[in-house]
């Protein structure tokens, strides 16, 4: 069956490295997503990843992928403020189309 | 602005009464997407369009739902005899819709629905 799960809550401090982590179940995964919610704000694509890739680096983002495992992470790097949001890991297949999300882990910065 | 836009940005409604929801979606998009996302969740998805047609509707809960999208563009997103538990934030997306690059879905800002 398609699961993904996320952890639930994040702290950090200004300037330290955030580590998000995400599970996903069903090996036939074919892209991997990252997408940030703000308060009242719709849905931001951050970043994807390729099932067939092991990491992604986008500017201040890194993106691990262990398909074995089946473990996705998103690294934020020197976090700010402005990145306090919730965060959600998706899964999608080329089949479908469809995004499975998780329940979103929310990221706090403290100044 | 170029973005997926929704409306209304919020809509009350009674138990049992009718409810539609509008979606535009990115110009020259033709796939569009409809999630809903209760409080505290992840989206989930419910429909799926290429063009008019729906190419995906294993997401919708019941037959109370049915989505539209006549001309491949705007899509309606149709609730009958709305029920409490039909209350959560209705969030449309659009992607290219291309084989290899349809990858990206841009959501909108979502309708908030509360059923009373």
């Known amino acids: 069956g398609e699961d993904v799960e996320q952890s639930l809550f994040l702290s950090v401090r200004e300037g330290d490295s955030s580590v998000i982590n995400c599970t996903y179940t069903?090996?036939?995964?074919?892209?991997l997503y990252w997408y940030k919610q703000e308060p009242g704000a719709g849905l931001q694509l951050l970043t994807y990843i390729f099932s067939n890739m092991d990491m992604k680096q986008d500017q201040r983002l890194t993106v691990l992928l262990n398909k074995k495992d089946k473990h996705l992470s998103l690294r934020i790097a020197d976090t700010q403020t402005g990145d306090s949001a919730i965060y959600f890991c998706a899964e999608g297949m080329d089949s479908s189309y469809k995004l499975i999300f998780g329940s979103g882990t929310r990221l706090l910065v403290r100044p | 602005g170029a973005g997926v836009s929704q409306t209304p940005s919020n809509k009350v409604t009674e138990k049992g009464k009718y409810v539609e929801l509008r979606c535009d979606p990115i110009s020259g998009h033709t796939a569009l997407y409809w999630y809903r996302q209760s409080l505290g969740q992840g989206p989930e998805f419910l429909i799926y369009?290429?063009?008019?047609?729906?190419?995906?509707d294993s997401g919708l809960p019941n037959d109370r739902f049915f989505a539209v999208r006549p001309e491949g563009s705007v899509s309606t997103l149709k609730i009958q005899r709305t029920e409490r538990g039909d209350s959560a934030v209705y969030l449309c997306a659009s992607s290219r819709g291309l084989a290899g690059a349809s990858v990206e879905q841009f959501f909108g800002p979502g309708t908030r629905l509360t059923v009373l």
């Open positions: 369009f290429q063009g008019t047609g729906a190419a995906d």
């Open positions: 069903d090996s036939s995964s074919t892209y």
